[in-house]
């Protein structure tokens, strides 16, 4: 078993609609979170990072970590084309990162 | 501010031979991370860099090797290539090692083996 798991998707969406992006982990020894988006063709790029549970928001993206669940979300409001893309949650413990295999996202225009 | 920098963006090799992949990080970044990045196991870390030593290494065989220079540039060398090893490379660059606030990733080298 991982230790991050991620849904791959795919997932598609209309245009304007809200995005929920998941994944879980087993070991509570992880503390800083993060999400990556990756186009084709390209690398991840740092979308948000946190470190305690609750929400943190940028923007019409939302980062949520329950660290008793051992549970991290990604949510995108009023979603758009360009939010198409391959998203990656990623969990740091120690000194290494740990990512999931990403979702494969689609906003149809 | 210039990115991280990776060449060549892609490669085609035959099994059996050898390659080295290089990395340019961004300006004042110390650390470098080297990743695999396969559709089945998504990204699998390599080893990091950081002031020309080795700091931390995944579990892959000894053909896939690095190493850091005094300018912070990184390469990567896989021996003896197998098929299994076609994937995206991944070089990721930090100011300081495993940060905690992740990497900036360049757009990777595509190995194709074949």
């Known amino acids: 078993q991982k230790e991050v798991e991620q849904d791959p998707g795919p997932l598609s969406v209309p245009e304007g609609a809200i995005v929920s992006l998941n994944c879980t982990y087993s070991?509570?020894?992880?503390?800083?979170f993060m999400w990556y988006r990756q186009y084709s063709r390209k690398g991840p790029e740092l979308l948000m990072y946190t470190y305690s549970s609750g929400n943190k928001e940028d923007g019409r993206f939302t980062a949520q970590v329950d660290k008793s669940s051992k549970y991290i979300s990604l949510f995108i409001r009023d979603s758009q084309p360009s939010d198409s893309a391959t998203y990656l949650c990623?969990?740091?413990?120690?000194?290494?990162?740990?990512f999931g295999t990403g979702t494969s996202l689609t906003v149809i225009p | 501010k210039a990115g991280v920098t990776q060449t060549p963006r892609y490669l085609i090799k035959t099994r059996g031979q050898q390659v080295t992949l290089s990395c340019s990080p961004i300006s004042g970044h110390r650390s470098v991370s080297w990743y695999q990045q396969t559709p089945g196991q998504g990204l699998q870390f390599l080893f990091e860099y950081f002031s020309e030593t080795q700091r931390n290494k995944g579990n892959f065989p000894g053909r896939f090797s690095g190493r850091q220079f005094s300018n912070s540039r990184s390469e990567m060398n896989v021996s003896t290539l197998e098929l299994g090893d076609s994937a995206l490379y991944l070089c990721?660059?930090?100011?300081?090692?495993?940060?905690?606030?992740?990497?900036?990733f360049g757009s990777g080298t595509r190995l194709t083996v074949v």
């Open positions: 990623a969990m740091k413990r120690g000194t290494e990162f740990y």
């Open positions: 990721a660059s930090s100011l300081d090692t495993a940060s905690n606030y992740g990497y900036t």
């Open positions: 070991n509570s020894a992880f503390q800083y």
